[in-house]
DNA sequence: CGGTTACCCGTAGATCCGTACGGGTGTCGA
DNA sequence: TCGACACCCGTACGGATCTACGGGTAACCG
């Protein structure tokens, strides 16, 4: 059995509430996959280095973010699959910065206030 | 060589600037943490539940998300473990609420302001 | 009290993910 | 035109992560 062992919901109420404005799975699978894009400290910090300053090389975001090449690499393949980075060509040197369509909830709440708050976070054990 | 194959940056300023807002590796570790257990279908879900019925069990958990219990029971054991649920017993029933000091920003910003985005976004390809 | 319910834990297996490495393309300077 | 540079891609490997399963423990019900 792989979905429920009762079938006597000990709050009914309640589980067709929640049921009734639960995001579908679909949604929720774009969602987090839209939140696993930003669940890892190089695509994180690499989409805050281009929110500050609108556009950078893969070189100097490797120096800016102080990992390797290969790695901001990577992400920024992982996110230009994705949509949410634009490449502009001058020269040998390749430009980054955030796709125009960047989702505006995920920069203004998600990254600003998040990263805030762990600044804030401090007062830990 | 691990970190850098240049060290010449091509806009020096702007590498600078970067680097001084850039949160430390070590804060966006933990933010990466936080963002990571909101980043599965499951998990995130269980918590939107959560925040909107207050308090569910196991067993109602699963029937609202129409997921195995085991599934739930592993989502709540991580969050459990990450502070962000609080579990009440009564009987043999085990309730489970988001913690008191679930992350405010995370659950106003993040949870909500996302799924709604998730919702608007019916305009795509 | 013995069986059932509601749930938890530990473990094993499959799967996904990030990193490192080798090699390739296009551009610029001499 | 030749070499160096900035960057990209495909692949292989190690580690983390999710799922599924078997067993265990309280609590209620007769």
């Known amino acids: 059995m792989t979905v ?3 079938d006597h919901p000990i709050d009914p109420a309640r589980v067709a509430h929640a049921r009734s404005r639960l995001p579908s799975a679909d ?4 969602l987090t996959g839209l939140l696993s894009l930003m669940a890892d ?3 994180l910090r690499l989409i805050y280095a281009l929110d500050i300053v609108e556009e950078l090389c893969v070189g100097d975001l490797a120096l800016a973010l102080n990992v ?4 901001v690499s990577y992400a920024l393949r992982l996110l230009r699959t994705a949509g949410l980075v634009r490449t502009r060509k001058e020269g040998r040197v390749v430009f980054n910065r955030l796709a125009d369509d960047f989702p505006a909830p995920l920069r203004d709440h998600c990254l600003r206030q998040l990263v805030a708050l762990t600044r804030a976070e401090d007062v830990e054990d």
Do not use: K, M, Y
């Open 41 to 43: 400290p190089v695509r």
């Open 27 to 30: 949604d929720a699978a774009r």
């Open 68 to 71: 390797s090449e290969d790695s």
């Open 4 to 6: 429920t062992d009762h």
